[in-house]
């Protein structure tokens, strides 16, 4: 198992930062509950609506708006795993996520590398992902590999499915995988699950989590709605990260954009949980601001960072495990 550095701990070991008061993250929450009882959230997909109206939303197959009575946010959020194992496929490199526990993971997905032999900026291959997951694999700070650029020489139909054989061939770490739509997660988990040993192994040990993005402000497409149930019936890790734009897809101000990036992660764990309660999930963040003169979202500015610090806080709050991108 690794161990990795301890942040925002009330003991008297490890470094950590507080954005909000704990009646500062209350009201977000409050805000946040709102938005999703008065607004809602777009769900474009057919089995998603019928899941979450069985559980207790209140869902407008018209206009495919589901919006979430209190309840039913407390009851999904009381459902969330503390604790996640994301297993690697040498159990030294097992992964223990949740509480103040810190780790470290490669960041994606790009479409474009430099050659580190000519200099030339050119689309990215599937060796490529071999190579940086045989890096990360080396990296003794790095627990987690999330490809950090494509298999862009693969079809488009398939393209994730060679990175994902990439990354088993190449690193013993756990993989954080993206994946298109519904069907293909399903051919992604048969195969992590012919590399683990079954699908009951690969439960026990999940050596491959999934990621979505809902598409600000408010919607869940349909393709991210069934990456999320397909994880959640087969108990795989998820990992449901907002991009919201503070100035363009949310409000401007950290704690509106927090809101509404807030309201996007919970509908996304809502519908884990109401798919297969006790799913493990992980609130993700990559949400930052806009950059008004070049109309493109900034990384690496001081807004990204508080953004990531106040929805690592929510997490906290919620006892949910945190997936937040750097600067």
């Not at 998603?48 to 109206?53: E, M, T």
Request: a negative charge.
């Amino acid at each position: 198992m690794r161990k990795g550095a301890v942040a925002s701990t009330e003991m008297t070991t490890g470094w950590g930062l507080r954005t909000f008061t704990k009646d500062g993250l209350d009201k977000l929450h409050a805000a946040t509950l709102d938005v999703l009882r008065t607004t809602g959230v777009s769900m474009d997909c057919d089995e998603a609506l019928d899941i979450l109206q069985a559980g207790g939303c209140w869902v407008n197959k018209k206009t495919r708006v589901v919006k979430f009575p209190g309840h039913v946010v407390t009851q999904a959020i009381s459902m969330c795993p503390s604790h996640i194992l994301l297993a690697g496929r040498d159990p030294e490199n097992d992964f223990m996520m949740g509480g103040k526990q810190v780790g470290f993971t490669t960041f994606g997905v790009g479409v474009l590398t430099e050659d580190l032999k000519t200099g030339e900026i050119r689309e990215s291959t599937k060796e490529d992902v071999a190579q940086i997951a045989r890096l990360t694999d080396a990296l003794t700070h790095m627990d987690i590999l999330t490809a950090p650029v494509a298999a862009s020489d693969k079809p488009d139909e398939s393209y994730d499915l060679h990175m994902f054989e990439a990354a088993l061939t190449n690193c013993s770490k756990h993989y954080a995988s993206d994946s298109e739509d519904g069907a293909r997660t399903k051919l992604l988990i048969e195969m992590a699950a012919a590399v683990a040993g079954g699908l009951d192994k690969l439960k026990e040990r999940p050596i491959v989590s999934f990621a979505v993005c809902p598409t600000s402000p408010l919607q869940i497409i349909e393709s991210s709605a069934e990456v999320i149930i397909e994880a959640a019936k087969h108990w795989l890790p998820v990992n449901v990260l907002s991009m919201v734009m503070a100035g363009a897809s949310s409000p401007i101000s950290i704690s509106g954009a927090l809101v509404m990036h807030n309201a996007e992660v919970l509908a996304g764990i809502i519908l884990a949980q109401l798919t297969n309660p006790g799913t493990p999930v992980i609130y993700g963040s990559s949400s930052t601001t806009l950059d008004m003169q070049q109309a493109t979202a900034v990384v690496g500015v001081p807004e990204m960072a508080m953004i990531s610090a106040g929805a690592a806080g929510l997490a906290n709050f919620y006892g949910i495990p945190s997936y937040v991108a750097g600067g």
